[in-house]
């Protein structure tokens, strides 16, 4: 069980580069997946990018891939969120979150909401031109 934060979040223009962390706080961070799903307004909350516990395997939703990187500190117990060249189709909520690295093959459901225990409040990401 990890408790999740938040941060980073703001309004900036096309093209920009912003950088997400997720500071989580509880036992074991690092047996954890770590996950950032994002929700626009009037949509569904949709998987962005994920990392697993080891570091080792990093996985990305096609829209965002070549442009965000998800990576992790174990030591700050932190997973961020790097995202360059933002389009105003990235303006969303984004939640990072976190589940046990038991629970499931990771490699099959990273993408799925219900792999992950834990969830952040989120933090607004607004694009502009």
């Known amino acids: 069980q990890v408790q999740l934060v938040e941060s980073g979040g703001g309004l900036v223009q096309v093209g920009d580069s912003l950088r997400l962390s997720c500071a989580a706080s509880?036992?074991?961070?690092?047996?954890?997946?770590m996950a950032w799903f994002r929700q626009a307004p009037g949509k569904e909350r949709d998987f962005v990018a994920a990392i697993k516990w080891s570091g080792g395997s990093t996985y990305y939703a096609d829209s965002v891939k070549g442009r965000f990187t998800i990576s992790r500190d174990n030591a700050k117990n932190t997973v961020y969120l790097q995202m360059n060249s933002l389009r105003l189709e990235d303006t969303a909520v984004y939640y990072c979150?976190?589940?046990?690295?038991?629970?499931?093959?990771?490699?099959?459901?990273?993408?799925?909401?219900?792999?992950?225990?834990?969830w952040g409040q989120g933090t607004q990401v607004t694009v502009s031109s």
């Open positions: 979150a976190a589940g046990p690295f038991a629970k499931a093959s990771f490699s099959r459901n990273y993408y799925l909401q219900s792999t992950y225990d834990s």
């Open positions: 509880g036992s074991t961070f690092s047996t954890y997946n």
